[in-house]
């Protein structure tokens, strides 16, 4: 790759030398500031696995996930569409089968999380259309479109004789040693991304979050707030997906949120809280998963669990002393 080779963007010609300042960038902000950052932290704690660069990866992963769960998560959980994460999380699964098959039947490489966020969106929009066009539940569209993702899925393996299970496992359960520079750095940026949208689309997506009705009465266009939200929502459970896993991807839109939910009194609030929850877990979920030989997913979804059944027993306490 030369300073000089064009890449062709729509009708403008992009230096490639452009995408390797941005990836010259991110490996000085991988290297020097994360690896400095936590090479002091491993030095006042103690902990020597802190200097471990595919550590430093996994928590720099994690910290993006929760901050992006829950600030999508919220619009989720208050519209009661908390099953939108679950639903895909496995038809992602299914467009990790897609690339994967792709690669090993046609020899066409495509990157797995590509693969994933493709088939995500379209199964965003696809619930989408299918509650505003067709006179189906939203839980039966969900539930549709959850057993069809997983189901494309399961048929692909079958094809190629198990041939890309092996491949799939680490998208199903995640991995903290399987996550690359390149991972991180595709994560980083879809975070930013997300929380950039949500940041910009914060009052219609508001709006239309607490009062539908209302937003369709003052002609806002509920239709591309919703499909915004779907769209962040898949980009989240794809930035997910390496170190959580499809399974559990969901737990980070909805546990946090509901652990804020009982101690808020504003939805900002809730938003604030949430967000706490979720780096919480995660860091926490992360070390113990290092130091105890643990799925890295499970402990994190698990340390959710906790952080919200420990909010909500300390918040009834409180309420009945009151």
């Not at 189901?151 to 692909?156: C, D, F, H, P, Y």
């Not at 190629?160 to 690359?180: E, P, R």
């Not at 769209?231 to 170190?243: H, P």
Request: with cysteine; proline share 2%.
């Amino acid at each position: 790759m030369t300073d000089f080779t064009l890449l062709f963007l729509g009708d403008q010609w992009l230096p490639l030398f452009v995408v390797d300042s941005l990836v010259g960038l991110f490996d000085w902000f991988l290297q020097v500031v994360v690896g400095e950052s936590f090479s002091l932290l491993a030095d006042a704690t103690g902990l020597e696995f802190l200097e471990y660069p595919y550590m430093q990866r996994a928590y720099l992963s994690i910290l993006c996930i929760a901050l992006v769960g829950p600030l999508v998560g919220s619009f989720l959980v208050y519209r009661d569409l908390s099953m939108v994460g679950d639903t895909l999380a496995h038809t992602a699964f299914a467009g990790v089968a897609v690339a994967l098959f792709l690669d090993a039947a046609f020899d066409i490489p495509v990157s797995p999380l590509v693969g994933a966020l493709v088939v995500a969106v379209v199964a965003a929009l696809l619930v989408q259309l299918l509650i505003e066009y067709t006179d189906t539940r939203s839980d039966a569209a969900l539930a549709m479109v959850l057993t069809g993702g997983f189901a494309l899925g399961s048929v692909l393996i079958s094809v190629t004789g198990g041939g890309i299970s092996v491949g799939i496992n680490q998208y199903l359960f995640g991995s903290l040693a399987t996550v690359s520079r390149a991972d991180v750095g595709l994560l980083v940026a879809m975070s930013f991304v997300v929380a950039a949208a949500v940041f910009v689309a914060y009052r219609p997506l508001l709006y239309v979050t607490f009062d539908e009705v209302a937003a369709r009465a003052s002609r806002m266009h509920v239709r591309t707030v919703n499909t915004v939200l779907s769209v962040l929502t898949a980009f989240v459970v794809v930035s997910a997906m390496r170190i959580m896993g499809v399974i559990l991807v969901a737990a980070l839109l909805v546990v946090p949120v509901v652990t804020a939910a009982g101690v808020s009194k504003s939805y900002k609030q809730s938003l604030f809280v949430a967000v706490l929850a979720g780096e919480f877990a995660g860091v926490v979920g992360v070390s113990l998963a290092y130091l105890y030989g643990l799925a890295a997913g499970g402990t994190i979804v698990l340390v959710a669990i906790g952080g919200f059944l420990s909010v909500a027993t300390v918040a009834t306490v409180w309420t009945h002393r009151g």
